[in-house]
């Protein structure tokens, strides 16, 4: 099952107590304070790691609890610290407080950690609190309250081309056809419920990740058919390629394809207008001539690349891995020479 939302609630642990005690040995009259500090709490971190790849066990397990420091004990013994607890998490969960919807962490890096509740501090036994004046307090402080967060985990897929078009157009034939990724096909709509990841490997130390974004059709952003719920993963996307079929018989019209598609993820407030489009002009092994000729004129009207392809016979896919390859070291050099301004926090 792939999961790509969860909401967890994270409990770290309290601080021990510290201990009221006094020194007592023989010989040694009034030994004075000697009550040991209470152990820190536990905390709650994150860590991003890439062997996960959804967010299934957070859906299983929401509550998360670190262990409690121990109490402090006489003879100045501090308290045991409470055990972390590390929640491991796929790369590319983005992490929020529930409550208060601020950012907290984008994990994006294998290995990542961040801390996402803090465990109370140990109280002070009175070994430390006696002062000149007061040398033999009876007090000791308890320990703090570890913090309590809801969280809103999401994960958002780290790919850098988005396939995106009306179901049946052949999305997940050409991903197959892309790379080395056997998805679910089918000659109906919905054959993909869930975003497919595939790479596209052109030669060693060339490649470039592929996800295949089901669902998307005319009302999607209103929760027709699967709704809008996969759009969060286009968002880290660097090329949409709109994957249209082009055979006479096919249902819509290519340009009203790319049209329905483009309003939808203007709808879904998706739109992406940094984003450079691509048009993948499928299923050119069956008759297209009067379909495609319209979509190429609508494409370089509007200055959008265009590749007649097939996933099914592999005709210009090589074309097209490659043109996707050329485009996206644009944007990366376009990335690098105009440095993207950080987002304001807070
Ligand atoms: N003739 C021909 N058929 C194709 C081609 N690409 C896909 N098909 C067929 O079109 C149908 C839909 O293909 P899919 O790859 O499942 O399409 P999809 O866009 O992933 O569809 P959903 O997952 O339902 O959104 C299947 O019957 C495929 O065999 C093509 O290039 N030529
Ligand atoms: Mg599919």
Not at 41 to 67: F, H, M, P, V, W
Request: proline share 6%; aromatic share 4%; charged share 25%.
């Amino acid at each position: 099952m792939f999961v790509d939302l969860a909401r967890i609630v994270v409990v770290a642990g309290d601080g021990g107590r510290g201990c009221v005690s006094f020194r007592r040995e023989k010989y040694v009259p009034r030994g004075g304070p000697d009550g040991g500090d209470g152990g820190d709490g536990g905390s709650i971190l994150l860590e991003a790691t890439e062997t996960l790849s959804t967010l299934i066990d957070q859906k299983y397990q929401q509550q998360y609890r670190a262990g409690r420091g121990g109490h402090g004990q006489g003879n100045n013994r501090e308290g045991k610290r409470g055990a972390d607890w590390v929640i491991r998490v796929p790369v590319g969960t983005v992490v929020t407080d529930a409550d208060s919807g601020e950012l907290l962490a984008d994990l994006a890096v294998s290995g990542e950690r961040v801390a996402v509740a803090r465990g109370g501090g140990g109280g002070r036994g009175n070994g430390r609190m006696a002062t000149p004046t007061r040398r033999a307090p009876r007090i000791a402080e308890p320990g703090e309250k570890g913090e309590t967060r809801t969280l809103q985990l999401e994960l958002k897929l780290l790919a850098d081309v988005g396939f995106v078009g009306l179901p049946n157009g052949g999305k997940s034939t050409l991903l197959a056809a892309c790379t080395a990724a056997r998805p679910k096909i089918g000659p109906y709509p919905f054959t993909t419920l869930t975003p497919n990841l595939g790479v596209a490997v052109l030669e060693p130390g060339a490649s470039y990740v592929i996800a295949d974004i089901p669902g998307l059709i005319a009302g999607a952003s209103r929760g027709a058919g699967l709704g809008h719920q996969f759009l969060r993963h286009i968002e880290r996307v660097r090329i949409l390629v709109h994957v249209i079929d082009c055979a006479e018989a096919a249902a819509a019209d290519p340009v009203a394809a790319y049209r329905i598609v483009e309003e939808e993820l203007t709808a879904a407030g998706r739109a992406l207008p940094d984003r450079p489009r691509v048009v993948a002009a499928n299923k050119i092994d069956l008759p297209h001539e009067e379909p495609l000729a319209r979509l190429v004129a609508h494409c370089a009207a509007a200055g959008i690349l265009c590749f007649p392809v097939s996933g099914a016979t592999g005709a210009g896919v090589g074309a097209l891995r490659r043109g996707l390859y050329r485009l996206l070291q644009e944007v990366r050099e376009e990335r690098h020479a105009r440095p993207v301004p950080r987002a304001a926090t807070g």
